[in-house]
């Protein structure tokens, strides 16, 4: 099974995306707790400089703290990654594939041929979910695509190989 995902069409880069390395992409969303959870869009920017204030302000405060062993972190992160469900939003891929003005829809392609059509605004709300309880999708993968709202969590449409803008 191949395991890339290619972005194609009326776009003006044709890009090819590789699920395993999701893993340890910052945007990733686990899963098992974004649809149980609300979730509130918040600007990367704005939520940098809000933690950069706050830092700032506590080191002023109460001058610096050295932070917990970095060991006992990323033994909790690698824990997390070997047995969490995650996904990614498809919005950052389509923005970098920059879809031409006149493209109004995406084709999602699958292993078995089949083809799921959605409007261009539609399937910029999606999430690519890439792993299941902390591994691959190899089976029926590289990908399932769930809609934003939750609603195919039980039938995602699986082993999406191509995204066709037209």
């Known amino acids: 099974?191949?395991?890339?995902?290619?972005v194609k069409g009326e776009v003006n880069?044709?890009?090819?995306?590789?699920?395993?390395?999701?893993?340890f992409d910052d945007r990733k969303l686990d899963l098992d707790q974004y649809f149980t959870e609300?979730?509130?869009?918040?600007?990367?920017?704005?939520?940098y400089i809000e933690k950069a204030?706050?830092?700032?302000?506590?080191?002023?405060?109460?001058?610096?703290?050295?932070?917990?062993?970095?060991?006992?972190?990323?033994?909790f992160d690698r824990q997390k990654m070997m047995s969490g469900t995650f996904g990614i939003k498809i919005v950052p891929f389509i923005q970098n594939a920059e879809p031409k003005t006149d493209a109004t829809t995406v084709i999602f392609g699958t292993q078995s041929g089949e083809q799921h059509s959605f409007p261009i605004e539609e399937a910029k709300t999606f999430i690519?979910?890439?792993?299941?309880?902390?591994?691959?999708?190899s089976q029926d993968g590289p990908v399932y695509l769930l809609f934003n709202d939750g609603s195919n969590l039980e039938n995602p449409i699986k082993g999406i190989t191509s995204l066709e803008v037209k």
């Open 38 to 47: 609300k979730h509130v869009e918040i600007d990367a920017d704005e939520e």
């Open 13 to 23: 880069f044709q890009i090819t995306l590789d699920p395993t390395v999701w893993i």
């Open 1 to 6: 099974m191949e395991s890339i995902i290619q």
């Open 53 to 75: 204030g706050k830092f700032w302000s506590r080191e002023i405060m109460e001058g610096a703290t050295f932070p917990p062993t970095l060991k006992t972190e990323r033994k």
């Open 128 to 137: 690519f979910q890439f792993s299941q309880e902390g591994k691959m999708l």
